[in-house]
């Protein structure tokens, strides 16, 4: 078992920036994890926003944000992070932090969830 706990989530303006964490435990095999961020806002489905392969080696960040979001993975800590500037009201929207062995597309193929965080941006 592999468990996950985002934060960083809050209220912020259009144009402004936020960081989300997410602290990973248990079974976690020291980093052997591909981990995502996943967005969901009412009516839409859940999408994938970036991932990033063990040891850090291939990041991807979806096109519909990329330029704006970065994501980063600090091994040692078990904790991957998503830098969003630039934030607009498109952006709001329950963000959730994903595991599974192998990187995936689909949010059907992570094992391991976090309880989401919820991100705001106000016009």
């Known amino acids: 078992q592999v468990q996950l706990v985002e934060s960083g989530g809050g209220s912020v303006q259009t144009g402004g920036s936020l960081t989300l964490s997410c602290a990973a435990s248990g079974h976690t095999n020291r980093g052997y994890y591909c981990m995502a961020w996943f967005r969901e806002a009412p009516g839409r489905e859940r999408e994938q926003l970036a991932r990033?392969?063990?040891?850090?080696?291939?990041?991807y960040v979806a096109e519909a944000v990329k330029g704006r979001f970065t994501i980063s993975r600090d091994s040692e800590k078990n904790t991957v992070y998503l830098r969003m500037n630039n934030l607009n009201p498109e952006d709001s929207g329950m963000y959730y932090c994903?595991?599974?062995?192998?990187?995936?597309?689909?949010?059907?193929?992570?094992?391991?969830w976090g309880q989401g965080t919820q991100v705001t941006v106000s016009s």
């Open positions: 990033v392969d063990t040891d850090n080696r291939r990041a």
């Open positions: 994903a595991a599974s062995p192998l990187c995936y597309a689909s949010p059907g193929n992570y094992n391991f």
